[in-house]
């Protein structure tokens, strides 16, 4: 009898002890998983301001430009009025280029910043994306830690008798 009431005693021991180790499992699991989803949130809210500094750099260098030009406009029209040369061609060709080269900052500047802001929600994506993954995986293993639990205790229980 006191045979039986040790094997029983050990079933019931491992039983607890299969048990034990699949909840803390489980909650290991859902930690990651928690904890790659808020990393993916982070790093979306991240590129979210990045993507704003953007938009403000790009704004304010835009703004540089234009009063550069202004300033300069403003400069060259004193200088023709000062000398006379009202309609000279080649103050009107210098006025032309000085617009040329603000038109051409410009689409320099929205091109720089529209390759930014695709540089930056690219790499969010991706990285939010493989985040989201990671953390589906977790709950994955959480899944399958918490399967069957006569499944895996008979699992390690002839896994015992067999070794």
Partial sequence: MGGAVNVGGALIAGAAN??????????????????????AALQQAAAKRQAEYIFRSAAQESTRLQDEYTAAL?????ARAANGLANSYTVQQIMQDSRWNLLTDQQTLRQNTADQLYETNLSALLGVQA???EASQYR????????????????RLFNGFSN
Avoid: H, I, M
């Fill in 18 to 39: 299969v048990a034990g180790q699949n909840k803390s499992q489980r909650e290991y699991y859902r930690a990651l998983a928690q904890t790659a989803d808020k990393q």
């Fill in 74 to 78: 403003d400069a060259q029209q004193s």
């Fill in 131 to 133: 985040k989201r993954d």
């Fill in 140 to 155: 994955t293993l959480s899944r399958r830690t918490s399967g069957s639990f006569l499944t895996q205790y008979l699992q």
